[in-house]
């Protein structure tokens, strides 16, 4: 068990409509990273937060969006979804406390988003 | 050319062998990770390197920053190493890039 919670563990939804996904990091970490998986593009970094800012950004399209919280857990928003928005999304966090870019990478388990 | 490659995309061992995965990059980087992702998903992450040689058990990972290359190595395989070995190397700006990961199944 690496710490972090990822909810929902799968979701199942129509293209047009709007999920959120949850992080928690572990207990501490003040860095939280999301991570895409699809079947043709492997892993892609979309964004990372740290300590309630926005970090870095990857390829995250526009209809993605994420923030987080000041009790440090997150939220990636992905709206007018389309089939190729399906894949696993991760989340991950790291405790930084030498800074924004440093630090162990601890995975939650993964949302598998289906849409149809 | 991807910025990330590694090698082989598959192998296949023998219970006990030794096994070596080379992952070769383009960009500088600040880290390196080699990350393990078993068939239900999960990702562990293995080492984080930035110089040097680390060894966890049964698991050693080098790095040669100024080749730009990196390995992992596995003593004494065993069938529940099989997974997929993914390298991913934080570019400073901290992007993490990825790479297609290796395919690794030990038989017993």
């Known amino acids: 068990d690496s710490g972090v919670t990822q909810t929902p563990k799968h979701l199942i939804t129509a293209t047009g409509q709007r999920v959120t996904l949850r992080c928690s990091p572990r207990?501490?970490?003040?860095?939280v990273y999301w991570y895409q998986q699809s079947l043709d593009q492997g892993l892609q970094f979309l964004i990372q937060?740290?300590?309630?800012?926005?970090?870095a950004k990857g390829n995250i399209l526009e209809r993605f969006s994420a923030q987080q919280f000041p009790d440090l857990h997150s939220e990636l928003n992905l709206s007018s979804l389309e089939l190729g928005d399906s894949a696993l999304y991760f989340c991950?966090?790291?405790?930084?406390?030498?800074?924004?870019?440093?630090?162990?990478?601890?995975f939650g388990e993964g949302s598998r988003l289906t849409v149809l | 050319k991807n910025e990330v490659e590694q090698s082989p995309q598959n192998l296949t061992a023998q219970e006990g062998e030794f096994i070596t995965i080379n992952c070769s990059y383009s960009?500088?980087?600040?880290?390196l990770h080699w990350l393990q992702q078993h068939p239900g998903g999960g990702i562990v992450s293995l080492f984080m390197l930035s110089s040097g040689k680390k060894k966890h058990g049964r698991l050693i990972a080098t790095i040669n920053i100024q080749e730009k290359h990196s390995s992992l190595h596995i003593t004494a395989s065993h069938p529940r190493d099989s997974a997929v070995y993914i390298c991913?190397?934080?570019?400073?700006?901290?992007?993490?890039?990825f790479g297609a990961g290796t395919i690794l199944r030990v038989k017993s």
């Open positions: 960009v500088g980087i600040s880290a």
């Open positions: 937060y740290y300590n309630g800012e926005e970090r």
């Open positions: 991913a190397v934080k570019e400073y700006g901290n992007k993490l890039v």
């Open positions: 207990s501490g970490d003040l860095s």
């Open positions: 991950a966090s790291s405790a930084n406390r030498q800074g924004p870019d440093t630090g162990e990478l601890f």
